[in-house]
């Protein structure tokens, strides 16, 4: 890429020797606006200028291989900035220190300095030639004071002839594929033309497209009229609204980018307070070599990754709503398989409520006129929950409703295990059934208990009977033989038929159906009775398990 590293060759010299005839200028403003500060009156428009010339400088100084006059106006630059936040003209021996401070400045910018740059790009290397101030500008900066002891300290000193250093720019070069980096935009605001100029040189030449601005208001115009950046270099100090006050703005209008603050006064409190603030990073002036390029690549990372994540949570809330419909849709297919129709029964009610812990759950209930004189009646809890168990309780309750016929529920119970068991022991799963077959004429009830277990008979007068004929659920243990109970109802008697939903928070299982039994007093038809029954697990918070509750009340007789 040799054309590439003579454009970064060429355009550095010329912003070189513009920083060059620039810098003598603004140390001579300086002076001048430090000889109309003699006076003891605040002139906070002259204070907060020379705080912005020294500034300058200071975040200038050693970029541009000028680190003597740097650190001078680093020192300066806190002294002013003390100043201009107590909003007071400084004590005589505080304006005598200042003074001192702007003296050497004016010195080291007479050291000799390299007038132009040349480095081998491919590890950044720089080679300077021995070159000074040119006379001009040394004339303009000259003092017209007699030299004094702090002069006297530098002249005594052997001063290092140093180089801009733009080692940083030339590794950094290699950080990230042009390609990619012309999909991303900065923003550089900063009061310093060079400082401006010398990041673009270098952002642009990387493929990134750069945009400037002098001030936090241009920067704050920017966002009015056209896309916000991507990543932006912000300086603290500014002219107007300072660069805190810009990132506070920022923040509240934008999330999506990255903001790197700059500064040449840098300290602890600021730092945390940037941050704070919503800074990505914070970088001091003169950078650091290896700080800019980790701080910056680190920076920009950052930003790339988050967009990922932004992208792929936008992904996975976009499936997560095609879930939600999809399951939305299930539940009302699964509600519609509910019987929804009660059936007319000589001296009996019949009430049913079922109640997912999910959108779909593994619980139903179903029944049958199978002869104007039979009802078959049936209470299914697949083990799970979820839209597994619901997959497989759709099965079981096909079955039983393909097999269900006047037929014995010995016999029904047989046939819909022969059916299922072997695709319940591939899904690994098994199902718990309750299957009876009333006789409304005789009031009795005949029933077979797959691992059920949660029934009982609540009599007349509130003790409970347990049904003990019970074998395993099906999907256990293949050719189960299962037996067949039978128990005739009064009036006044109810069949209760509930899911582990209802007592899975109560101990003692043995005694659930006495319990339940004491919980009915004074409830006089199958719909109270399912009603208390659903209402206890829900003073406890959100279930836990399906709850499905069944009630067949046999009627007193008038």
Request: overall charge negative; some cysteine; charged content about 20%.
């Amino acid at each position: 890429m040799p054309e590439i590293h003579d454009a970064i060759r060429v355009q550095f010299e010329t912003l070189y020797q513009s920083y060059i005839a620039e810098m003598p200028r603004k140390i001579a403003r300086a002076r001048e606006i430090w000889a109309q500060l003699s006076s003891d009156d605040w002139d906070d428009d002259s204070w907060q200028a020379l705080h912005r010339l020294i500034h300058s400088l200071a975040g200038s100084g050693a970029i541009y291989g000028f680190p003597m006059m740097g650190a001078a106006a680093r020192a300066l630059d806190i002294q002013l900035k003390a100043v201009v936040q107590e909003a007071r003209a400084p004590s005589q021996r505080q304006k005598e220190e200042l003074a001192a401070l702007l003296d050497l400045i004016v010195l080291a910018a007479q050291v000799p300095q390299p007038s132009s740059t040349a480095f081998d790009l491919r590890n950044g290397a720089l080679e300077p030639p021995a070159a000074g101030v040119d006379p001009a500008s040394a004339q303009m900066i000259a003092p017209t004071f007699a030299p004094s002891s702090s002069q006297q300290q530098i002249d005594q000193r052997q001063p290092r002839v140093e180089t801009p250093s733009l080692g940083w720019l030339q590794a950094a070069a290699q950080d990230r594929d042009i390609a990619e980096a012309s999909n991303i935009r900065i923003l550089v605001v900063d009061d310093d033309l060079h400082f401006r100029q010398l990041l673009t040189i270098w952002l642009e030449t990387r493929g990134y497209q750069v945009e400037t601005a002098t001030s936090g208001e241009e920067a704050l115009a920017r966002l009015e009229s056209v896309a916000p950046p991507d990543l932006m270099f912000l300086d603290v100090l500014l002219p107007g609204i300072n660069g805190l006050q810009v990132l506070d703005l920022m923040r509240d209008q934008v999330d999506d980018m990255a903001i790197i603050l700059t500064t040449a006064f840098g300290s602890e409190p600021v730092v945390v307070n940037a941050l704070r603030r919503g800074a990505d990073d914070y970088l001091s002036k003169p950078f650091d070599t290896r700080e800019f390029q980790v701080i910056f690549q680190r920076t920009l990372d950052r930003l790339l990754l988050r967009r990922q994540n932004t992208a792929l949570q936008a992904q996975l809330d976009q499936k997560h709503r095609q879930l939600e419909s999809e399951l939305s849709r299930a539940a009302c297919i699964q509600a519609d398989l509910l019987p929804t129709k009660v059936p007319t029964l000589a001296g009996f009610e019949l009430a049913a409520r079922c109640i997912p812990a999910r959108e779909v759950g593994g619980d139903f209930y179903d029944w049958q006129l199978a002869t104007p004189n039979l009802l078959n009646l049936t209470m299914g809890d697949v083990m799970g929950k979820g839209m597994p168990a619901a997959l497989l309780m759709t099965m079981v309750r096909a079955t039983m409703r393909a097999v269900a016929r006047p037929t014995s529920p010995a016999a029904t119970m047989h046939a819909t295990a022969a059916a299922i068991e072997t695709d319940l022991i591939q899904a690994g799963s098994f199902v718990t059934l309750f299957h009876a077959q009333l006789d409304i004429a005789h009031r009795r009830l005949a029933y077979i208990d797959a691992g059920h277990g949660h029934v009982f008979i609540r009599r007349a007068d509130g003790t409970a009977m347990v049904l003990s004929a019970r074998g395993m659920p099906l999907g256990i243990m293949a050719n189960q033989a299962y037996d067949e109970g039978t128990v005739d109802l009064q009036p006044g008697d109810a069949l209760v038929l509930y899911s582990d939903g209802l007592v899975d928070m109560w101990p003692q299982p043995e005694h659930h159906g006495s319990i339940l039994a004491d919980m009915l007093v004074s409830t006089h038809s199958a719909q109270q009775m399912v009603d208390r029954l659903v209402a206890l697990p829900e003073l406890l918070g959100p279930l836990d398990d399906d709850l499905t509750v069944v009630v067949l009340y046999c009627r007193a007789e008038a």
